[in-house]
């Protein structure tokens, strides 16, 4: 049926009974969305939600999906349920039946299967993904990377270019404990944010999105803000940014020869520039993750952005591989990037979710598994993490239910693991 998201809009939600169990599931959706991702269905019918609706969504899962796969297949036989869906729908970016309709019974599915066999969910999404190959303990507990300053179009462009600014404690030994520091950090951010006279309002995800003069303002806030919490930058925490680069490229002239069209702080700048810019940040700063900091085309500029940073430098791709294991071959064959964001509604199934993952383990690419600015309180992404040693978990800051759900969700699990959980670092071996 439909439902909202945290941004208030429409979003589908779909339920799977079997003879004993039961599961259910609720699909995100992007603001600054990838050129290259599934299409997300919406009716466009003006006079409901302003043409956001999911109606058609709903009765394609209803009348078109259900019909062929119940009493057709068991509830355990994922990659065959998701096979059918994707040639149902027939198009390469399922556009016909809607990403957002294929996910959400996909996700509910592998919700019931755990359900009816009594397993918890990471288990049983590690089960799938070691039957398709994948290696993974499914004990591995993420490492949250933090979004607590908002910025960019999940903003409406009121605080900074980049889109995110996140944190991530990597000295925490626990999970639990990742989350308290991230907590502590952001209730000391508050505060400052006070002090300076800073609007303490949040963004989409939940980090605040003061109205600062420039991005590295933002840095030299976050810099400040550790050491008042009583934590050593670069040792406690690191920085990780996502500046969501597509956002500010210059789409009207990108068949144009002119250079410059990266703007950022009120400058045009060419992609050597900004990957000289990015490159004093991550020398002032300690920047751990870099991700999306260029255009979605930009191809040979992630090739020389990996090259320059990428010995020291997580650099990930999100708009610009969207889970998609074309372009993540390409990727890995070009050098562009070494590491990638998933994000399970960009592919539209579980079963092309662990695919990709598994192609970015096998190429040594690291994986963080994300949410996405319209969330809800589904926390199904959490179990996703631990069930591929993601080593990694992007899901905003610690405000806002359907984010903090998130992080509820990853100290239950390390609780219900207990002493078979690992944590670590993922930036030291
Ligand atoms: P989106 O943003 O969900 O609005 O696409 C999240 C991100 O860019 O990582
Ligand atoms: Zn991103």
């Not at 939600?49 to 999911?54: R, S």
């Not at 057709?72 to 957002?100: P, R």
Request: aromatic letters at 8%.
């Amino acid at each position: 049926m439909e439902m909202l998201d945290s941004r208030g809009n429409p979003t589908v939600m779909c339920e799977v009974w079997t003879d004993k169990a039961y599961g259910k599931a609720i699909v995100p959706s992007g603001a600054s969305t990838g050129e290259y991702e599934a299409v997300e269905l919406r009716d466009g019918d003006k006079t409901r939600y302003m043409g956001k609706g999911v109606l058609k969504a709903v009765a394609n899962v209803n009348n078109v999906i259900a019909p062929k796969l119940v009493n057709t297949f068991d509830v355990t036989e994922q990659k065959a349920i998701d096979n059918t869906m994707i040639a149902l729908d027939g198009t390469e970016n399922k556009g016909k039946l809607g990403a957002n309709a294929i996910l959400a019974v996909s996700l509910a599915v592998a919700h019931a299967a755990a359900n009816e066999l009594n397993t918890p969910l990471y288990e049983y999404i590690g089960n799938l993904y070691k039957q398709i190959g994948g290696k993974t303990t499914a004990s591995l507990l993420p490492m949250p990377m933090m979004n607590v300053i908002n910025g960019g179009a999940h903003t409406n462009w009121e605080s900074t270019d980049v889109q995110e600014f996140m944190i991530m404690p990597i000295s925490a030994k626990t999970a639990a404990e990742a989350v308290r520091m991230g907590s502590e950090v952001f209730h000391n951010l508050k505060s400052i944010l006070k002090t300076k006279c800073y609007s303490t309002s949040v963004g989409d995800e939940g980090g605040f999105a003061p109205k600062l003069k420039t991005n590295k303002e933002a840095l030299e806030l976050l810099m400040q803000t550790f050491v008042k919490a009583g934590y050593k930058p670069g040792k406690d925490f690191v920085i990780c940014l996502d500046a969501a680069a597509s956002e500010f490229y210059d789409n009207a002239h990108k068949n144009s020869t002119a250079e410059s069209k990266y703007r950022i702080e009120g400058k045009r700048l060419t992609t050597t520039q900004i990957i000289d810019i990015y490159a004093g940040w991550v020398k002032d700063f300690p920047i751990a993750s870099l991700e999306d900091m260029l255009d979605q085309n930009d191809w040979p500029g992630y090739v020389e952005l990996t090259k320059r940073l990428g010995k020291t430098t997580q650099i990930m791709g999100d708009d610009f591989f969207v889970t998609n294991t074309k372009r993540l071959a390409e990727g890995i064959e070009r050098k562009a990037c070494n590491s990638i964001l998933i994000k399970v509604n960009q592919i539209g199934s579980l079963s092309e979710t662990l695919e990709c993952i598994k192609m970015a383990h096998e190429a040594k690419f690291t994986t963080i598994i994300s949410h996405r600015s319209g969330e809800t309180e589904d926390t199904t992404i959490v179990d996703l993490a631990v069930a591929v040693n993601a080593g990694q978990l992007k899901t905003g800051s610690m405000s806002r239910s359907e984010r903090v759900a998130k992080y509820n969700r990853l100290m239950y699990i390390e609780a219900e693991l207990g002493k078979k959980t690992t944590f670590k670092n993922p930036f030291k071996n």
